[in-house]
């Protein structure tokens, strides 16, 4: 099992204030950024794209980021995230027509490459895949908004992607995105996650530091 990271999604961050945010919530002890990218197309929402992402590495985040293509087409814009400085770029495979073509192009950048499930997306996508990826996102709510609630059914799915991953000896992180908070990332830990998104979690809470090391104890209690 990889060691546990906490991602913060920015999508909670305050926008006003990104840099400044971002250095404090991984300097209050987050390992990566998770950085959500939703088109008003594939997803009912509008965020941020490359541009925000390489403003951020010029304020001078050197950290993980982790790229979250809510976004159909997918190939056009990762040599875009690539080049302003993703390290991981994850899609949702529907949103994809060629889905092996996409891991190549991600990987051909230099970036890790993930895919995400829906909450009801099977897994089947990852059949023919399991030697390429680096990474499975699993969806604990629908994709689009954040502040929403977990969906218990995923703690299934984290299960049976666990065993996937453990099946092919390779290290892939397995990673949870989605109504993520103190109180459940124990059991989201259990059942096998090694990888948390949280943004409302943290981001609303009066101190990062506080939130972050109660998740942190919670996944290895
Ligand atoms: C949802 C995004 C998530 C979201 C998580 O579409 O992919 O990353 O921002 O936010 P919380 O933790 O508030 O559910
Ligand atoms: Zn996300």
């Known amino acids: 099992r990889q060691p546990s990271v906490i991602a913060p999604s920015i999508?909670?961050?305050?926008?006003?204030?990104?840099?400044?945010?971002?250095?404090?919530?991984?300097?209050?002890?987050?390992?990566?950024?998770?950085?959500?990218?939703?088109?008003?197309?594939y997803v009912p929402n509008l965020t941020i794209g490359p541009m925000v992402l390489k403003a951020l590495r010029d304020y001078g985040i050197k950290e993980h980021i982790?790229?979250?293509?809510?976004?159909?087409?997918?190939?056009?814009?990762?040599p875009d995230f690539a080049k302003a400085g993703a390290n991981s770029i994850s899609f949702h495979p529907e949103a994809s027509e060629h889905v092996d073509?996409?891991?190549?192009?991600?990987?051909?950048?230099?970036?890790?490459?993930?895919?995400?499930?829906?909450?009801?997306?099977?897994?089947?996508?990852?059949?023919?895949?399991?030697?390429?990826?680096?990474?499975?996102?699993?969806?604990?709510?629908?994709p689009g908004f954040g502040g929403q609630k977990f969906i218990p059914m995923a703690l299934e799915k984290i299960r049976q992607v666990r065993?996937?991953?453990?099946?092919?000896?390779?290290?892939?992180?397995?990673?949870?995105d989605g109504g993520v908070n103190a109180d459940n990332i124990g059991q989201i830990a259990a059942a096998g996650a090694d990888t948390f998104v949280a943004g409302s979690a943290i981001f609303n809470a009066p101190d990062y530091a506080d939130v972050i090391a109660r998740m942190h104890a919670s996944i290895h209690g």
């Open 66 to 78: 982790d790229v979250h293509l809510m976004v159909k087409p997918v190939d056009r814009i990762v």
């Open 101 to 142: 073509r996409t891991i190549g192009l991600i990987k051909e950048e230099g970036c890790q490459a993930g895919l995400v499930f829906n909450p009801a997306t099977p897994l089947d996508y990852l059949d023919f895949v399991m030697d390429k990826i680096d990474l499975v996102l699993i969806m604990s709510v629908n």
């Open 163 to 176: 065993e996937r991953i453990d099946r092919s000896g390779r290290a892939i992180r397995l990673e949870v």
């Open 11 to 41: 999508l909670s961050a305050d926008f006003a204030r990104l840099g400044d945010d971002t250095r404090k919530v991984l300097d209050a002890g987050a390992q990566w950024v998770h950085f959500d990218v939703m088109d008003n197309h």
